[in-house]
């Protein structure tokens, strides 16, 4: 009853209204209240958006004082003071001080827009068509992000073939992660591998839903040096697990490479407004005026959040924040999950976990979820067969409350395993 005018009204497409029946009203930080006065904890973060949390109060200040003088909201890509004020704080506070050289151009309002702008760009410049993704990778809805997306479901609604893309093994999918580098190397250099030499490779150095896949970091330098040895561009997605979300501002920083190509979007913002962005080194920015456009790569308030959660970032330390949830989130999961059954997995980094159940179920993690969203936390599900209950709360999240959170995983994952030992 309470969702009658959506079900009637809304598309059949809607999806996370499905798993979480609820209707959302007020958030604040971790917490999201539900139009009839119910509390829920936010594991899920907008899926990567809201690193800041819900209504930073910080970074809600600086956009309610840009909207208060009137200032200018859309713009195109039109000379604007807060984009220029962005270029400069995003130049001075994390390209410059971490020795990384990249012009920025804007995209499309979403993470895929920018995805599609990096394939157009890596194909212009080495003019060569194909591209290599990875298993488990997720790219984006529309055509050229999906044709390097590798879950079939996503893939089967393109409705057209889905060309130009060579997938290779992520570095998970060997227990000896240089397998799949040997696999890469044997691709491109045996005249007899069928493969038509790539403009790119696209990688996501933590696969968020490809199930938390975190990449070591000796197979991404490895990777890096296959690509500059056989010029292949190299294109790092952060859409997911950049801004924050793994320690380091860019989630490749730990293993100290510098991608060709990256690509941000979600959390950049700082507030859960729309903006996607790619860096781009110099010598590849060849795109001329207008080659590639849009209507909206400059909305204002984007820029302002992003400015606001750049300040915010630096001074209240984010990277420490993270390394300290991040030892939360970890030892509860040794600790409290792992002794539930053997057969659990868990992996992460930072402040995005996963806790695997392929080895009993997979499908236990969709009662697990179930379980966690009846006892009022918000969680989603990643991974083949969506086998891992994946863990991503804002990471201002408040100590207290992220241990309240994971409570709550522990009394479903429990509850699940019970129930299925006694089926
Ligand atoms: C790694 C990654 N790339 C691209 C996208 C697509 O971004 P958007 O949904 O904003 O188009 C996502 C979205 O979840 C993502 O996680």
Redesign the pocket.
Known sequence: MMFDYFEKNESNVRSYCRVFPVKFERAQNAVIISSNGVRYIDFFAG??AMNFGHNNPYIKSKILEYLEMDNIIHALDMYTVEKEKFLITFINNILSPKGLDYKIMFCGP????A?EAALKLVRKNKKRSNVIAFSGA????SLG?LAITSDSFSRAGGGVPLNNTIFAPYCNQFEDHQKSLDYLEWMLTDDHSGIDKPAAIFF?SVQ??GGVNVADIEWLQKLRDLCTKHDILLVC?D??VGVCRTGNFFSFERANIDPDIV?L??SISGFGLPM?ILLIKPELDIFSPAEHNGTFRGNQLAFVGAVAGLEYYKKSNLPQMVKEREKVISDFLINAILPIDSRLSVRGIGMIWGIDFSKIDSSLSNVAMQNCVKNHLIIERAGSDNCVLKILPPLTIEQETLVEGLRIIKEAVTVTLEKYYHR
Do not use: L, R
Not at 110 to 113: E, K, Y
Not at 138 to 141: A, Q, R
């Open positions: 899926a990567g979403t993470g895929t827009n995805v997720f790219h984006g809805m992000s996501e968020a839903e997605d859409i997911q690509v979007s979600k996607s």
